[in-house]
């Protein structure tokens, strides 16, 4: 049976053994997982989700402008046939309005001759009678003139004095005061035939307020009459523009939306951000079963002489040479061979050195255990 010491010093040293064995066939733990997208991917995936919504929404409301922009397109004609309509109504009630609005800038024209005849004849009027004055004092001055000297041509007759020279005079009187009553005729006739036409004329500048009047009243009841087909096609004009801007603004929304849309289509179009390679990972290996150390002999017959107290010369039987686990293990081949696998053979080599130094503390402990289990048993 052998001893609790011998057995504690055993199971420490395989423990020991133990624990750098299930060390070397853990996986190396890679240094930042390689598994998830980068922070830029990320953004990208989700710039990506918001694209799409954004065109599921646009083309949502693509739909809902193209059936309103249809909708208002086909009022379009019938608002265009009901207009000219309501146009050709008006102008069929504004026809009697045309000849009026004619007669009156007519009579306008007109009126305005006669004010200018009228004065140039009152002018004209004015100037014969200021003529015939300027005869009449003439012929009267003559007359004076004539009469002093036919008193004067008597004297000299009665007093035998030659009377040749003043009775040419008197003659020359007489001439001139046959001009002047001439003149004066005539002049009396023009005034005479004037004054009719300017009564005529002043008798047409008073009918022209009058006419003015009667014919204003007659527009105003045609303009009144079409005031109805008026005001209905300035409705349908309204109705008409109303119609012709909204189609625009939902032309114009429509476009935008569309240019939206390609954009947000030549976004979703682009290559989605790619997973990094993955390097293989080597299945777990069993964990290494240390070797049992050989049982130290214990001699029957005690020895002599100074060899009575034992001495440890040499060194213990090495423990047998754990299994390699090449069967767990997948071979890796060169062209599996990642960064990762590269980063993972020093942490190997380090797990294998510490083994190395397990393997050897344990061999120390168990030769010192055999030694101080021979040491008891002697006693």
Do not use: W
């Not at 064995?21 to 995936?45: F, G, H, I, M, Q």
């Not at 989605?272 to 299945?283: D, K, V």
């Amino acid at each position: 049976m052998k001893h609790p010491s011998y057995l504690a010093v055993a199971a420490a040293a395989a423990t020991a053994i133990f624990i750098p064995a299930a060390a070397l066939a853990a996986p190396a733990t890679p240094a930042a997982p390689t598994t998830n997208l980068s922070r830029v991917d990320a953004e990208k995936t989700a710039d990506r989700d918001k694209a799409a919504q954004d065109k599921a929404a646009a083309e949502a409301e693509l739909a809902r402008v193209t059936a309103d922009l249809a909708a208002e397109q086909d009022k379009l004609p019938k608002l265009e046939e009901s207009l000219t309509t309501a146009r050709q109504r008006l102008a069929d009630q504004e026809a009697p309005l045309a000849p009026l609005l004619a007669q009156q800038q007519e009579l306008t024209t007109e009126c305005g001759k006669l004010d200018t005849a009228g004065a140039n004849q009152e002018k004209k009027l004015a100037q014969l009678r200021t003529t015939l004055k300027e005869v009449q004092e003439t012929e009267y001055a003559t007359i004076d003139e004539k009469n002093a000297l036919v008193v004067k041509r008597s004297k000299m007759q009665q007093a035998g004095a030659d009377v040749t020279d003043i009775s040419a005079q008197i003659d020359a009187l007489e001439k001139k005061l046959e001009q002047l009553r001439t003149q004066q005729q005539q002049l009396n006739t023009q005034i005479y035939e004037l004054q009719p036409l300017i009564e005529e004329l002043r008798g047409a500048q008073g009918q022209c307020p009058v006419m003015q009047a009667e014919l204003a009243q007659q527009i105003k009841d045609a303009q009144a009459a079409a005031a109805p087909a008026r005001t209905d096609v300035a409705e349908k004009a309204k109705v008409l523009e109303a119609a012709q801007a909204r189609v625009a603004t939902l032309s114009e929304r429509a476009a935008a939306l569309n240019k939206k849309i390609a954009e947000l289509t030549e976004i979703l179009a682009r290559p989605l951000p790619t997973l990094p390679a993955q390097p293989e990972q080597p299945a777990p290996s069993a964990p290494v079963e240390p070797a049992q150390p050989s049982a130290p002999v214990v001699p029957t017959t005690p020895p002599t002489g100074p060899a009575a107290t034992p001495t440890v010369t040499g060194t213990p039987a090495a423990p047998s040479t754990a299994a390699a686990p090449t069967a767990a293990t997948p071979a890796a081949s060169p062209a599996a061979a990642t960064p990762k696998a590269s980063a993972s053979k020093p942490q190997l080599a380090h797990s294998g050195a510490e083994l190395g130094g397990a393997i050897g503390a344990a061999t120390v402990l168990l030769g010192a255990g055999g030694a101080l289990a021979l040491r008891r048993v002697r006693n």
